[in-house]
Each structure stands twice: as structure tokens, then as C-alpha cells.
């Protein structure tokens, strides 16, 4: 198996913008929701994907860090479509930013994690 140099390094870089990005979305998706006055159903509808892996993410399991790309990219449709509708605010824009951010994160931090799984199993 293919050692990755400064592993660590790199999952705690991977860790920090996954985590960061997150907690910033859901916060711009919550200022987002109140600012166009969405009804608190619609808005807890629109955490729950991302609250359902908050557990996995938790404890590092890098197919829950894999599935965190896949819901990202449900909230990225949606953030394009709002931004071309004439009511795009900035928040859309911070929204489109983080997305961006969390996926590419998310998909790195997935894979190193992975490996380090596999390179502490060898090393044992």
C-alpha cells in the first residue's frame, strides 16, 4: 500500500476544514432560512440530512465522511437554483462557498483517512 507522507498532518488539515465548513453552513443555512422566513418544519427538514451523519463524522468513519460528499451535493442544486432566482441574497453566495469547501475537504479527509487505516493495520 502507497505510504502518504505527513498523514497526520494532513487528516487534521482534512478534519478542521470538514468540521469548519459544516458548522458554518448549517449556521449560514439557519441565518439563510430566517432571513427569507421559512417555517421551522421546512427548516428542520432541511438539517436533517446533515444532522443524520453528525455521528459518524464524530467518530471519523470515512464512509459516513464519504456519504457527507454525496448530501453536499443535494445542498449544492439547490444553492445554484437559488442563486439564479431573483430573490439570491448573499447568503446563497456564502452558502455556495462552503459547500464548495466541504465537499472538496470532505472527500480528502475521506480518503486519508482510509489510508491511515490501512497503514496502521500494516504496521502492526
Known amino acids: 500500500m502507497k505510504v502518504i507522507p505527513n498523514l497526520g498532518k494532513k487528516l487534521r488539515i482534512g478534519r478542521q476544514l470538514t468540521w469548519g465548513s459544516l458548522i458554518l453552513f448549517l449556521l449560514v ?8 422566513t ?3 418544519k421546512l427548516m ?3 438539517f436533517i440530512p446533515l444532522l443524520i451523519l453528525l455521528p459518524g463524522l ?13 448530501v453536499t451535493l443535494l445542498y449544492f442544486i439547490v444553492t445554484v437554483n437559488n442563486l439564479f432566482s431573483p430573490d439570491a441574497n448573499v ?3 456564502v452558502e455556495l462557498v462552503l459547500l464548495v469547501v466541504m465537499f472538496s475537504a470532505a472527500m480528502m479527509f ?9 497503514q496502521d493495520d500494516n504496521h502492526e
Open 91 to 93: 447568503f446563497d453566495w
Open 29 to 36: 443555512l439557519l441565518l439563510n432560512g430566517l432571513q427569507s
Open 38 to 40: 421559512l417555517s421551522w
Open 58 to 70: 464524530y467518530v471519523e468513519r470515512y464512509k459516513t465522511i464519504s456519504m457527507l460528499c454525496f
Open 44 to 46: 428542520i427538514f432541511t
Open 110 to 118: 475521506s480518503r486519508w483517512k482510509q489510508y491511515s487505516l490501512y
